[in-house]
């Protein structure tokens, strides 16, 4: 099972000293967060993708080629990439470019993002969100697999005899995974495609996350990908730890009172019991973290957000170390030992993809 770390970026003043650090310092916060986590033995770090402040990772794959260059096992991803106003054209070579430079430790999350006037800046209408996604999607799965293209759609110029270069390293475009927090379109297209869905599901109770991953599986097998069980399913998460329980909610408490994203609303423990965010020692960490797969089955990628609200990168540093020592070999094992045999234990990597391309077997897409 894949474990790892995804980064909204946000420069948001910590609420403890009311000191922001600049845009350069994020940036460079993220590397080295991202760094860490491999030294941790994570797995995956992920980059969301925005274009208005608070926010800093405008250009994800500037940010994952340079971590490319200063890591060597970590699989590099987004948490978002916005199908809906980026060109399908540039998606597709930025990222087979970034395959080349990383040695494939690449996949990328497409999603609709959570900004709304974002769309009239690259041009777009919000109105045409499910249709530009579906449409883009469909263009950038054909640049990836075939050489000369020739299409025509909806919401861009078409298309005559183009070549994306580079093509995908080895021939095998990156995986895809689909994220959506509200959207049964967004599943739909993942089973679709024998893509993998991520859910994260960091804001909002579990029952509505249970429907559009029993979707996902339902869909997934009627277009004949494999079992329900065997679909490809991702999670979000959020924690932060200390030894002790009740010195992490006395820390962290400030952060959350006054996050942009959930501050001044339900409270800290009311916000707990009701969403995946635990705070609290490694082991309640993973007791809780254990609990998702009772409610959404086996899956194969986690993801935590653990960097935002104004936290001192010192501090993340330490919830990452928490991870790998302490958090995820206890998950590995407890996935593991309740897997059954016949669901993946992970998501596709370009070495497992690769490889299936060269026997000839039916891959996922």
């Not at 993708?49 to 994800?60: I, L, T």
């Not at 469909?138 to 990836?144: I, Q, S, Y």
């Not at 869905?197 to 004949?224: C, S």
């Not at 079992?227 to 999670?235: P, T």
């Amino acid at each position: 099972m894949q474990f790892g770390i995804f980064s909204v970026g946000d420069v948001t003043p910590d609420p403890t000293t009311g000191r922001a650090p600049s845009e350069a310092e994020r940036i460079k916060a993220m590397v080295a967060i991202a760094e860490r986590a491999e030294q941790a033995g994570l797995d995956v770090f992920a980059t969301g993708e925005h274009h208005n402040p608070p926010f800093v990772p405008s250009s994800p794959t500037t940010m994952l080629g340079y971590i490319a260059a200063r890591t060597e096992r970590l699989i590099l991803s987004t948490a978002t990439t916005l199908i809906t106003t980026n060109d399908p054209v540039k998606i597709a070579e930025d990222f087979a470019m970034l395959q080349h430079l990383a040695d494939g430790r690449v996949d990328l999350m497409m999603g609709r993002g959570n900004t709304g006037p974002v769309y009239p800046w690259f041009g777009k209408d919000i109105r045409d969100g499910i249709a530009l996604a579906i449409e883009n999607y469909n263009l950038l799965h054909r640049l990836w697999r075939e050489d000369v293209v020739d299409w025509q759609g909806e919401h861009r110029t078409p298309l005559q005899a183009f070549t994306s270069t580079p093509r995908p390293l080895d021939g095998v475009p990156p995986f895809v995974w689909h994220g959506s927090i509200r959207s049964p379109e967004i599943a739909e297209q993942a089973a679709y495609y024998g893509d993998g869905f991520f859910a994260n599901h960091i804001f909002w109770p579990k029952e509505h996350f249970q429907r559009l991953i029993a979707l996902y599986r339902r869909r997934y097998e009627h277009y004949g990908h494999g079992a329900a069980d065997q679909a490809i399913v991702g999670l979000g998460g959020q924690v932060f730890m200390r030894r002790n329980s009740q010195d992490a909610v006395r820390e962290f408490r400030p952060y959350f009172d006054n996050a942009p994203v959930y501050g001044h609303g339900p409270s800290l423990e009311e916000f707990t019991a009701e969403t995946p965010l635990t705070v609290g020692s490694p082991e309640q960490v993973i007791e809780k973290t254990l609990t998702f797969r009772d409610y959404f089955g086996d899956y194969q990628r986690q993801l935590f957000l653990i960097d935002h609200a104004g936290l001192p990168l010192k501090t993340v540093l330490e919830q990452v170390d928490m991870l790998g020592e302490e958090v995820v070999p206890v998950l590995r094992k407890e996935f593991e030992a309740l897997r059954p045999a016949h669901v993946p234990a992970t998501a596709p990597t370009h070495a497992s993809l690769a490889a299936a391309k060269r026997t000839g077997e039916e891959v996922v897409r």
